[in-house]
């Protein structure tokens, strides 16, 4: 079965740090594009990065860019979402997704929610 | 870049036949036939309805369909049943390498 699966959501205070992880399985993960998507509770769907198979092509939306950083094990079948200096506004539940060609995005992950407060 | 606009609700009978539209800029939907819609349902994680404008995945119904003029695309979701009730969201590639999304349409039958 293709899947994804996050991990490393949870309760963390303004200004902190957290480090999600997705881990693939089912499929032959090195030429994937990974993309993290988020929602806000109640809210839509925000793209916020993107990360290659090989590595080269790593895309930020404005709302994250300079505070996370994304990167990939291929050996480890996994993508990693580095997320520093963290705003009450980053709440959300995080997804990772495979982009099979330009927002073929499927599947999804389940998410893991990330709550920043004080 | 502002999200993709996208009406906040459309309903419909069952049987009967909605579109939803969704308005961007000549930097993403104007500039690609990169234009994808997804269906979440509450508490669920998002599902894949219709890439590159107007193509349906593999298991998706064909009462789904995509189209797109200009810098404006919509979906149609045709013969509504019940199980259509959800949260629909166009998105679009962009000329900054970027991935946009609409901000939603609660479809309701």
């Known amino acids: 079965e293709v899947q994804l699966v996050e991990s490393g959501g949870g309760l963390v205070q303004p200004g902190e740090s957290l480090r999600l992880s997705c881990v693939a399985s089912?499929?032959?993960?090195?030429?994937?594009?990974i993309n993290w998507v988020r929602q806000a509770p109640g809210k839509g769907l925000e793209w916020i990065s993107y990360i290659s198979g090989d590595y080269r092509r790593i895309f930020y939306s404005d709302s994250v860019k300079g505070r996370f950083t994304v990167s990939r094990d291929n050996a480890k079948n996994s993508v990693y979402l580095q997320m520093d200096s963290l705003r009450v506004e980053d709440t959300a539940i995080y997804y990772c997704t495979r982009d099979m060609s330009y927002i073929q995005f499927e599947p999804w992950g389940q998410g893991t929610l990330v709550t920043v407060s004080s | 870049q502002s999200a993709l606009t996208q009406p906040a609700s459309v309903s419909g009978s069952p049987g009967q036949s909605i579109t939803i539209s969704c308005t961007g800029t000549s930097s993403d939907i104007g500039a690609y036939n990169y234009v994808s819609w997804f269906q979440q349902h509450p508490g669920k994680a998002p599902k894949l309805m219709i890439s590159?404008?107007?193509v349906r995945p593999s298991g998706v119904s064909n009462r789904f369909s995509g189209s797109k003029s200009g810098t404006t695309a919509s979906l149609t979701i045709s013969g509504l049943q019940a199980e259509d009730e959800a949260d629909y969201y166009c998105?679009?590639?962009?000329?900054?390498?970027?991935?946009?999304f609409g901000g939603g349409t609660k479809v309701t039958v």
């Open positions: 590159d404008v107007s």
């Open positions: 998105s679009s590639y962009t000329s900054f390498h970027t991935v946009i």
């Open positions: 089912g499929f032959t993960f090195t030429p994937y594009t």
